[in-house]
């Protein structure tokens, strides 16, 4: 990662830019549902070019307690100031920059990224080619969330393993889990099968959770609190199934302390949660050299997030498939060009070109634009 990145990069500008996208089914979750997706772009431009990044935090604090609204007075107050108050020597001083706030790990990374797709663009090399990148195409699996009827749900898991999708991850709560996992398992016993709860739990609910066990999970993701390193250790240890942590891991303290607990057998990466590329590649590196496998997580990102996922997932410690689902699994039109696809065998293609490999439609993103602000140069 370095040698590219020592080059100063002065950064004339960033934008933030807010667009709606409409979700073609809405998407339920333990917290809640949702039917359109607010999303947070970030632009950099430098050198006369531009490079781009997403911010992943919904509108309401209910994954976290990042909102569209925080991370608009994180970057406008504190963090684009201080990218734009010297030229930036690398992803270490930016990090270092950003580290000086506490929190607001979304903020920060949809900055990081904004300005590794910049550096990327400069240097004509790949985001995958920059962080270190092995594999030219990454497993995928899909995220589903909870439905109205178990036959709606059982349709769209019948479907996405028609797609080639590669693991099913069902969506949970108390009072939608045992059945539901019971009766995915029936049909497909094969399959890579696990679920996610989204915090919905409690060391109350121990039998319940172990009731789970007998459904051959390949792991359940973040089963209590978002923050909550301890109970998960004392869950992990009187179950078979892995657990793996989402929520409660926000960087790579997080994920020391975790390991060193016995928190979790499995950890979900995601840039936006952990703060950026800095912390996301430490975790990484931290897991591979332990043997835990790592996998990519989604947060409903537009293309330019799903670009980021897509070079994240093509380090060589990202052994399960992501959910990094195609682009027309959530919206009608995505914004970069060509849109992600999910080939047959359930793989999709990490993209060779310089940053994140697509082009971004900018006709369409200004179509779908709710509000606009640039930041200018301090120095
Ligand atoms: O917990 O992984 C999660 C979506 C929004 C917020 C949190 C989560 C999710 C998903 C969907 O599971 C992942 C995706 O397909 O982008
Ligand atoms: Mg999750």
Redesign the pocket.
Known sequence: MADHSIRPVNVDSVEIRLIRLPLKEA?E?SFGRVHSRLIFLVSVVGHGLSGWGEVVAMEEPL?SYETIGTALHAIRDYLAPALLTRPVEGLDDLAARFATFKGHNMAKAGLELAYLDLLGRMWELSLSGLIGGTRARVPVGV?LGIQPTLAALMERVDRYLALGYQRI?L?IKPGWDVDVVAEARRRHPEILLSV?A?SAYTLNDLERLKALDAFNLLMI??PLDHDDLLDHATLQAELKTPICL?ESITGLRRAEQALRLGSCRLI?IKVGRVGGYSQALAIHDLCHARGVPVWC?????SGVGRAHNLALASLPGFTLPG?I?ASSRYFERDVIVPEVRVAADGTAEVPPGPGLGFAVDLDYIENCTEAVERIEREY
């Open positions: 998407f979750t994954y995220s991850k969506k996610d989204n993701e973040q989402d979900n997580g989604g947060m409903l990102e959910d689902s």
